[in-house]
């Protein structure tokens, strides 16, 4: 079978370029596209403040090519006219976008908007985001869940080091520890409870609150017949968090679970880029909301074969990973640091 990386990093992120000069090194364009929404920012490195721009879902697995590509410009469109800029003026265009394969969206970006924008995977940009676009792994488990790391060491040739990806097949055959995993897994244990098969849980209760069903055979007919959504079933982790952290006995078996299957993802992504000693694991993504419940075994899980590794919840956005590959693009990187990026995200966050 073939063992070559899943996904690798374009040589724009690789190789060093001598830092642009003058006005087209000013504006940076970050997109953040997932299964429930997307963002765009752009970034002005001069005055040092960033114009956003939203729309929905941009998940090609979910809603189809045409669908995904509008949703990307339409929140494009938005962060330029903030900027009160056309995409001319961007020295560097970094769209990071969920989905099992990105290739379709490269390509039809490229069509319709300029042939210098970088596509990638949202984990190379979740990756960006918890390292600084340095060594280290990061991990996803939003709606859906993926794990991508890159080994070795930056010189000034590029990056020296294998990179690796586990997971990201969507969630018909895969996602497992993320919000949908979470969601659909917690409605299984609610019919288990129903039928007998299983054991007594406030989630059969919290269930048929969550989705407005008289009884949980009827939920689980919805499940085919409506259908529910990718997100719809995903935002019913929110109520196995809750439940879990008071002390419902399923609901916390399922948050180890998850933390064992992602935490497989993520050995795999250890041992197949060489990582070892002192190296961030970044956890990214709403499941990680539900705090120690989901994080402590999932850093037990880790720790077994990387008893050195940093594990955190990445508190800047998503998005910021985009722009930071996008300042690395362009010869600008640095310019604007990590922490500061945060605030700034967060700050126009806030205000939208």
């Known amino acids: 079978m073939n063992r070559d990386p899943l996904v690798t990093l374009p040589p724009a992120l690789t190789t060093p370029v001598a830092p642009a000069a003058g006005e087209c090194a000013r504006y940076i364009l970050g997109i953040d596209g997932g299964a429930t929404k997307t963002l765009a920012a752009v970034l002005d490195l001069h005055e040092r403040n960033l114009h956003l721009g939203h729309a929905g879902p941009s ?29 001319a003026q961007l020295a560097a265009a970094v769209v990071a976008v969920a989905g099992t394969d990105t290739a379709s969206i490269d390509r039809h970006l490229h069509d319709t908007r300029a042939d210098h924008w970088i596509v990638v995977n949202d984990v190379v940009g979740a990756w960006a985001t918890a390292t600084g676009a340095r060594p280290g792994v990061g991990a996803i488990s939003g709606t859906g869940s993926n794990v991508f790391g890159v080994g070795g060491a930056h010189s000034p ?34 019919l288990h409870d129903r039928d007998g098969s299983g054991p007594p849980t406030a989630l059969s209760a919290a269930a048929l609150k969550f989705f407005r069903s008289p009884s949980i055979e009827a939920l689980a007919a919805s499940v ?23 002390g419902d006995v ?43 419940v989901f994080v402590s075994p999932l850093t037990d899980a880790i720790h077994a074969v990387a008893p050195e590794a940093r594990i955190f919840p990445v508190q800047i956005p998503p998005v910021g990973g985009s722009l930071l590959l996008g300042m690395r693009a362009c010869g600008a990187e640095g310019a604007v640091g990590v922490e500061e990026l945060g605030k700034l995200i967060k700050s126009e966050l806030a205000d939208t």
Not at 73 to 86: E, H, K, R, V
Not at 224 to 245: C, D, H, I, M, N
């Open 250 to 292: 399923v609901a916390r078996a399922l948050f180890a679970r998850a933390a064992g299957l992602l935490g497989e993802q993520i050995r795999a992504v250890i041992a197949n880029t060489g990582l070892t000693g002192d190296f961030p694991v970044g956890l990214i993504g709403s499941a990680f909301r539900a705090g120690e």
């Open 59 to 87: 998940n090609e697995d979910a809603i189809g090519t045409r669908l995904a590509v509008k949703a990307i410009l339409d929140a494009t469109d938005q962060a330029l006219a903030g900027a009160s800029i056309a995409h």
């Open 224 to 246: 085919y017949t409506t259908p529910l959504t990718k997100g719809e079933v995903a935002a019913f982790a929110v109520e196995t968090s809750r439940l879990a952290q008071e």
């Open 157 to 190: 040739e590029g990056w020296v080091g294998r990179t690796w990806r586990a997971g990201g097949w969507g969630h018909l055959l895969g996602d497992e520890g993320s919000g949908y995993w979470l969601g659909a897994q917690s409605i299984v244990a609610a």
